[in-house]
């Protein structure tokens, strides 16, 4: 494994590249603000990307349903499970088929839009990207999905 | 598909099968074979937004077979701004009764309710969204005349681009593949991602702006209404809504077969003249709505089957 700025973890997960500045997002979408020590690095230099942010979250295993949430800010991540200060499982980012309170629904008449009702979406397609709204059926379009 | 117990929300649910239960069940409930079957069930009509055809059809349908209605009608309601509140409504309402009809303005405000009531939530209109058993109604007209669905070549003519009734019953025929044509302006043209999604359930689809350059026969011409809201200029509505009015003449050049249907209310875009004519099916659509209500209230509440 390379060596980071940020101190390798013994045992959880490490989020790889993350678009430059998103990291703090990730953890919002993920939930983890209050789970535990996290290490959040940002701005790192990638051959891939220019800049990147990695988090690790130590003692925790984030499983794939998780991770896959972070897909829309962040197709490209990597996770990384380390256990025991070994790299156990190495995964990519895929769309999830639901998208639960993460896409904002852009119908002002969208009764997610009106009340205080979380989003929820499915996948219509991937490639391009087309979601449905599970409440006013509306289809939102890869260029135009605002996440929450 | 087996309904008792099931919230009927949206089209998009339904499946081949499950449309065809709904036709049959409407045509022997349509032909007497069921008396009574609703005695001793309580329907909720909560109408956030008034409509009264489709409110008095709910309660008609109700009635007739022996069951009981309750219910509100009223702009006061939709001061309901807050989920919180639409959500104790309906779980306080849910308690009352065994099956709730409901219509308001906000789209998706019927499928939110399905998630919280323990009875069965029949959408009788939610905003743009949907109104699935216009879409029964409309679909159960044309089993009548025509046996085969699928051969069924289907006009839709007016505002594509709004009109919710049109967008679920051209989705429903896409599950039969039948032929369709949408003939409407530039600026009220079905939305893209429908049309896709229709031809991909395997529909063939023919867009034209104007009825007269319409050169294939159709059996089934489907009218709506052409809002003025829609246009900023007004010349303009008048002469887009003047080319697309069916009168006498335009039954003639579609053929002495042609069938002209309309979701009511209509204003102007058909002329009275076109009533009389044994082409003009809409007023047989509206009564068809109590058959087809009592058909879908009695498979949800799992009195027929
Ligand atoms: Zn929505």
Known sequence: MKAYKVYAIKDGTVIDHIPSTKALKVID?????????????????????????????????????????????????????IKDGRLKEKRKIEQPKEYFNIVRCLNPNCITSIGDIDTKFYTVSISPLILRCHYCERIVESGEIEIL | MDFAGKSIISIREMDKNSLLKIIETS???????YKNFLTGKVLATLFFEPSTRTRLSFESAMRYMGGGVIGFSGTEYTSIKKGETLQDTIMTVSGYCNVIVMRHPVEGTARLASEIAIVPVINA?????????????????????????????????????????????????????SPLWFIAPDLLRMPEY?????????????????????????????VTRIQKERFGDMQEYERIAGCYRVTKKVVDMLGKDIKIMHPLPRVDEIAQEVDELENALYFRQAHNGIPVRQAVLGLVLGRLD
Do not use: C, W
Not at chain 1, 31 to 57: A, H, P, Y
Not at chain 2, 27 to 33: D, L, S
């Open chain 2, 194 to 222: 429908l049309t896709q999604e229709i031809k991909e359930n395997g529909s063939r689809v023919h867009e034209v702006d104007d009825l007269e350059r319409l050169e294939e026969h159709i059996d089934v011409l489907y």
């Open chain 2, 125 to 177: 209109g939610d905003g743009a969204n949907q109104h699935p058993t216009q879409t029964f109604l409309d679909l159960f007209t044309l089993s009548e005349l025509f046996a085969n669905l699928s051969d069924v070549r289907v006009g839709f003519l007016g505002d594509l681009k709004y009109g919710r009734t049109v967008h679920s019953l051209a989705y429903a025929l896409s599950l039969y593949q």
């Open chain 1, 29 to 81: 979408i993920l939930g983890l603000e209050n789970e535990g020590i996290l290490t959040i690095g940002v701005g790192f230099s990638s051959e891939k990307m220019g800049k990147k942010d990695i988090i690790k979250i130590e003692n925790k295993y984030l499983k794939k349903e998780e991770t896959d949430k972070i897909s829309l800010i962040a197709p490209n991540a990597t996770i990384n499970i």
């Open chain 2, 27 to 33: 045509n022997r409930v349509k032909n007497g074979e």
